[in-house]
């Protein structure tokens, strides 16, 4: 056994070891780098839940350390017969009471904490502030994100942007089958389901946001098919003041004019083959059901293609040439038809001049 | 009567294990068939860790590695693990209250074969166009959208199926550990194994049937037109939900609680000692069983069921740390004072503690319902339930394999090999998991089948990789063990450890067909130690030598589940094919037409005489 | 006692369901299987309460049940329970040709219980209210229908072990066979009043 516990020494040395490179993790992803008030509640109760755990591994470990190396059979015991034990009362007695007093100290601000997080009386109320209180209807697909302010009219998708340090209201649905929808640095996580729909708020720091270079990534969580590992999101917090300017700018954006020929022609394709299901502008009236695709009103400021792909154009054509190939079971795949070379290239010049900003 | 099938034929053996009835023989089939089925879904986890190698790997992608994501669970809940722990409940229960079978030998068979048929049927999806894809939990609306193959009825049947064995199972246990017990043989007696496979079949018996009415919507909704989780027509995908954790919490316990038997046995046998406050632990596990119908809900805190709810379910799972650290420090004193060997057995025994302890606190941490919206569905949980049922069940399994392979089959394993097998198997569990509660923890989704660099998560799954490798070459060793103990192993007396305290240590090794010669009388807690330390070497009878009743073989277990096997094919493709329903009726015609023979046909048994019985007690002692 | 034995009226002891070790496993084996049904059924309850005005179109229970019919079949399937009593009663006292008469008239109001049920689905078919009509058609059938089904089996069950055992009366062996026949002929009966409570009764009421 002292090889054994040798090894033990060694391996956690190697955890330790692992856990500095691996650091935290990134600002904008990991939940040990909380961005904002509801990643802090959950980070303190992780804290709080750690150190009671860690406490319990400690006192087990003496002993077992100690009885291990103490109790080992030794040589010339191979006859001896220890005195048979029936129990201890006063030990069952500490071992049952001492647990009890720390699952305690974690039950009272576990109970507390959830049920500020599910406190979303204020984007209920019927004469809320409808400037102040800013509401986002998440609804996810297979596999894309689409965000909709109802105070405002707009739609956007794959990209969320928000207003920093106050709170923002979520509805969550689905609409084929169930997801997750998680920003793993600003709070998590809330499931999007079919049935019903579901609402939580959260919280993005505006230094935090700042750290984490102005984006954090979001995932779903749940397994929802194919791509499932693919169904990224960003989310771009903005300052007040710039998020209204956003606003604005997204309620006024007009019909996309094209003046580059090239560009001209993939819009005619783009009005061929892809506008059923794509809208070209954040004012889509049409209902739910009816937007089966990503709204592209913004897709020239995007961070990313298809939720993954560096955002440029060899990424564009790449996933218009084939989407199964970039991801498996997505539901672009076959709708359009087979394109020539010098169409991908004009539709993917038409859809990069596609901006907001 | 090892002595007796060695000279037989190779059809006779396997005529003789396909109508056998024995709970002895029917444990080497579940050890089989369950250690089949664990290296099948040991080859997925390989496959999983090396496609999740390197970020933006290609080798399994999309649908093909949600595949076998969740065959990998499915195999290993269902057809693993169960099954590997009936292996050592039919083996060694019996023998442990003193009695020369179970109560239901006929309903013990049929229990094997149906799970049998239905793990081989839902393993035949892999050729039939893809394997289920929904992940082991299959929730409701990603099961109804999988359209592409049969996958998810494979899954649906086949779990039924092999669920009504698991049923019957139960059923079993629970009747012969409360009718069959050996004179003397209270149930503040009986040992901590046999007390834990009591309250596990309770909990299946009361777990499963929500289990088969979850599978029972999901085929209707998917082969016959139902809408129980389709909300275009008012149905509802929860419902699954809640079925499916009614079941799903209590088997995780189904699983552990065995588990938690089989060390206690370990500990005590391997210190010396009687296990240390045995009514408090008999207390803590009828405890643990019954927390664990009321704690469901906190695999559903993201589901948006109310903080009131979420709350009360949070409380109600902190509580269930209580009783487990309870048993956690009675192991250690039973330890304390004691006279330690370090057996293969023990090792992992001993390694379990710390193992299991970390897989313990972040279960109380995951009950944190405020904080598990974070760890929800990251790779936090994958680290969390592994460390659980891999440093505790599969560890146990692993434990239990050396401890009793002298028992049942009456050759020792090579320790030195299972020493090598346990370090190589500990190491790599660690390497494998541990780190997967940082990837978890920096914002890794499970049940992803690849990852973008930069996210930081690199390190963590390439060290993750190389563990399952470690557990990979480990057990291939402890299959090198058993060929070899197979062909030239030690052969061992009834007592086979020296310091056995149970029942089963009294007879020898393999036992003889009717177990007992004569049913002993039991005098306390660890019958067999009594009487060793007053110096005897056998159990006091509690019954004069006599003819010993024998129930009779039968092949309608194996014909009973077959038909099921058939029946799933034809319901599986009756939507497809003009053949599917008949098959289908075939296929039920064949089992209610091999159980109406059964009813029909009486059983009444034959009888061992006592002439006989004496010479095979003569032969079992010279061997 | 053996199972085998031939007995007497004075020699056939008070519970011959349980004179055995066989018999004293089956009994206490059909009850434990008993309390999984007991899972079972509430999961379909639960189920079917959950779903039960998701009509999605189709009829709704207040328009589709119909008492007199409902009323009947209950009717049938009580007064069956009590038969089978008479039918243990005269097995107790070991009175076997009584006992077949009793379990034969058993049979017969649960067969006539089957029919009503078979007739009351097939009127509902016609009403519009299919197994794939909406999430309530799906669970009223599959939680009445498994009972149905359970109705069917029992039924078989009893008429194969009074055809097997007709010539050669009462014995240790079958007896316990008889008895759990009966507590499963019991449970369905009682499942069926909390079918009838729950699903009718409630339903009418709406």
């Known amino acids: ?357 | 009567m090892s002595t007796i099938a060695r000279k037989k034929g190779v059809g006779a053996v396997l005529w003789d294990y396909l109508t056998t009835v024995d709970h002895k023989k029917i444990a080497h089939l579940y050890l089989i068939a369950g250690g089949f089925f664990f290296l099948l879904g040991g080859l997925e986890a390989l496959l999983i860790r090396i496609q999740l190698v390197k970020p933006n790997n290609d080798f399994l992608v999309g649908g093909l590695y949600n595949e076998v994501l969740t065959m990998h669970g499915t195999t290993m809940i269902f057809l693993a693990a169960m099954p590997l722990l009936f292996a050592f409940m039919n083996a060694v229960v019996p023998l442990q209250i003193g009695a020369r079978d179970v109560a239901f030998p006929f309903l013990n068979a049929l229990g094997f074969w149906m799970f049998f048929f239905g793990g081989l049927f839902l393993n035949c999806s892999w050729f039939l166009g893809g394997a289920p894809d929904a992940g082991w939990t299959s929730y409701a609306s990603l099961a109804l959208d999988s359209k592409a193959h049969h996958g998810i009825d494979f899954y649906t049947l086949g779990l039924q199926i092999s669920g009504f064995g698991t049923i019957m199972g139960a059923i079993n246990f629970l009747v012969t550990i409360i009718n069959m017990r050996a004179p003397g043989m209270t149930f503040m007696r009986m040992p901590m194994f046999t007390w834990a496979t009591f309250v596990t079949s309770a909990l299946i018996l009361f777990a499963f049937p929500p289990l088969t009415v979850g599978l029972i919507f999901m085929m209707m909704d998917r082969l016959f037109g139902g809408n129980f989780f389709n909300p275009a027509a008012g149905g509802n995908t929860i419902i699954w939900e809640h079925l499916f954790w009614v079941f799903g919490h209590p088997e995780v316990y189904i699983l552990i609680l065995p588990s938690f038997g089989i060390f206690s046995e370990i500990f005590a046998t391997f210190s010396r000692k009687r296990l240390f406050g045995y009514s408090s632990m008999v207390f803590a596990t009828v405890l643990i069983a019954f927390f664990g119908f009321m704690v469901w809900a906190h695999h559903m805190f993201t589901v948006g069921m109310g903080p009131i709810a979420n709350a009360i379910f949070a409380v109600a799972t902190m509580a269930i740390a209580v009783p487990t650290g309870v048993k956690i420090f009675n192991w250690l004193f039973t330890m304390w004072g004691g006279s330690i060997k370090f057996t293969t057995p023990m090792y992992y025994a001993v390694a379990f503690i710390p193992s299991f302890v970390m897989g313990g606190v972040t279960g109380v941490m995951l009950s944190a319902a405020a904080a598990d919206y974070q760890y929800h569905d990251s790779y936090f949980v994958v680290a969390h339930f592994h460390y659980v049922i891999v440093g505790g069940v599969v560890f146990a399994l692993l434990a239990g394999t050396h401890y009793w392979w002298p028992k049942m089959f009456g050759r020792m394993l090579n320790e030195t090999l299972g020493k090598i097998t346990f370090w190589l198997f500990f190491i790599g569990f660690h390497l494998t998991f541990f780190i997967q509660h940082f990837l978890g923890l920096t914002g890794m989704p499970r049940r992803v089948f690849t990852y973008l660099p930069n996210q930081g998560w690199e390190t963590g799954n390439f060290v993750s990789t190389v563990g399952a490798f470690f557990m990979a070459i480990a057990t291939v060793i402890l299959l090198i063990n058993i060929v070899i103990t197979t062909v030239k192993g030690e052969k061992v007396p009834g007592d086979a450890w020296g310091d056995g305290r149970t029942l089963e240590w009294a007879i020898a090794s393999p036992p003889p067909v009717y177990n007992f010669a004569q049913t002993p009388l039991v005098r306390g807690l660890d019958a067999f130690w009594l009487e060793k330390m007053e110096g005897k070497k056998e159990l006091t009878p509690a019954e004069p030598l006599g003819d010993i009743h024998m129930p009779n073989s039968s092949f309608l277990p194996f014909i009973i589940s077959f038909g099921l096997f058939v029946a799933a094919f034809g319901f599986t493709y009756h939507n497809d094919a003009g053949w599917g329903l008949p098959v289908g009726i075939l296929g039920l015609l064949i089992t209610f037409g091999s159980m109406f023979l059964r009813s029909v046909i009486d059983d009444h048994g034959f009888h061992i005489h006592k002439e006989e019985v004496l010479e095979l007690e003569k032969k079992g002692a010279n061997a | 006692m053996h199972a085998e034995e031939k007995l007497t009226a004075e020699t056939f002891p008070a519970a011959p369901e349980r004179a055995t070790l066989e018999g004293k496993n089956k009994f206490l084996g059909f009850w434990l299987f008993l309390g999984g049904e007991t899972v079972l059924f509430a999961s379909l309850f639960a189920t079917y309460l959950a779903l039960k005005d998701k009509t999605n179109g189709g009829p709704s229970a207040e328009e589709l049940f119909q008492m007199p019919i409902v009323f009947m079949a209950t009717m049938l399937l009580l007064t069956s329970s009590l038969t089978s009593v008479y039918a243990i009663y005269h097995m107790k006292n070991f009175d076997f040709k009584k006992m077949q008469l009793w379990f034969g008239i058993t049979v017969l109001l649960g067969a006539g219980f089957l029919a009503l049920e078979i007739y009351e689905f097939y009127e509902y078919v016609h009403e519009g209210h299919k197994f794939t009509t909406s999430a309530f058609s799906s669970a009223f059938y599959t939680l009445v229908g498994t009972h149905g089904s359970h109705v069917a089996f029992g039924l078989l069950w009893i008429l194969t072990l009074m055809i097997r055992n007709a010539k050669r009366g009462l014995n240790l062996y079958n007896a316990p066979k008889f008895y759990v026949a009966s507590l499963y002929w019991h449970f369905i009966d009682v499942v069926w009043v909390f079918i009838f409570t729950v699903v009718y009764l409630m339903g009418m009421v709406g």
């Open chain 1, 1 to 357: 056994m002292k090889k054994g516990l040798r090894n033990w020494r060694l391996f956690s040395l190697f955890g330790m070891m692992a856990l500095l490179l691996a650091g935290c993790g990134k600002p904008f992803l990991s939940t040990l780098q909380p961005a904002g008030e509801v990643a802090d509640m959950q980070y303190s109760l992780m804290l709080l839940s750690t150190s009671i755990m860690v406490l319990v591994i400690v006192v087990v470990a003496i002993i077992f350390v100690y009885v291990v190396i103490r109790f080992r059979r030794r040589k010339g015991e191979e006859n001896k017969i220890p005195k048979q034990v029936e129990g201890s009362h006063k030990l069952e007695i500490i071992w049952t009471v001492i647990p009890i007093i720390l699952l305690l100290i974690l039950a009272v601000p576990t109970v507390l904490t959830t049920f500020k997080l599910a406190d979303v009386k204020a984007m209920n109320d019927k004469d809320r502030d409808k400037k102040g209180t800013v509401v986002v209807n998440v609804r996810a697909n297979l596999y894309w994100w689409e965000f909709e302010y109802p105070d405002y009219g707009i739609i956007t998708s794959q990209d969320l942007v928000v207003p920093t340090n106050e709170k923002v209201y979520f509805n969550l649905i689905a609409s084929d089958v169930k997801h997750s929808f998680w920003i793993p640095a600003v709070g998590g996580k809330m499931d999007t389901n079919t049935d019903n729909k579901n609402q939580f708020w959260l919280v993005f720091d505006q230094k935090a946001t700042d750290k984490a270079g102005g984006v954090f990534y979001g995932k779903c969580a749940e397994l929802c098919g194919p791509s499932h590992a693919l169904m990224d999101f960003k989310v771009r917090p903005l300052p007040r003041d710039q998020f209204d300017a956003w606003v604005k700018k997204m309620q006024n954006a007009k019909k996309p004019v094209v003046t580059d020929p090239v560009a001209k022609q993939g819009e005619a394709i783009f009005n061929k083959s892809c506008i059923g299901c794509h809208a070209v502008t954040p004012l889509d009236k049409r209902p739910e059901q009816a937007r089966t695709a990503p709204n592209l009103a913004n897709f020239g400021d995007r961070q990313r293609i298809a939720g993954i792909l560096e955002h440029n154009e060899e990424n564009l054509k790449k996933w218009l040439r084939d989407p199964e190939s970039v991801k498996p079971g997505n539901k672009m795949t076959g709708t359009y038809g087979k394109l020539s070379e010098e169409q991908i290239d004009a539709l993917a010049k038409y859809l990069m001049s596609l901006k907001v900003e």
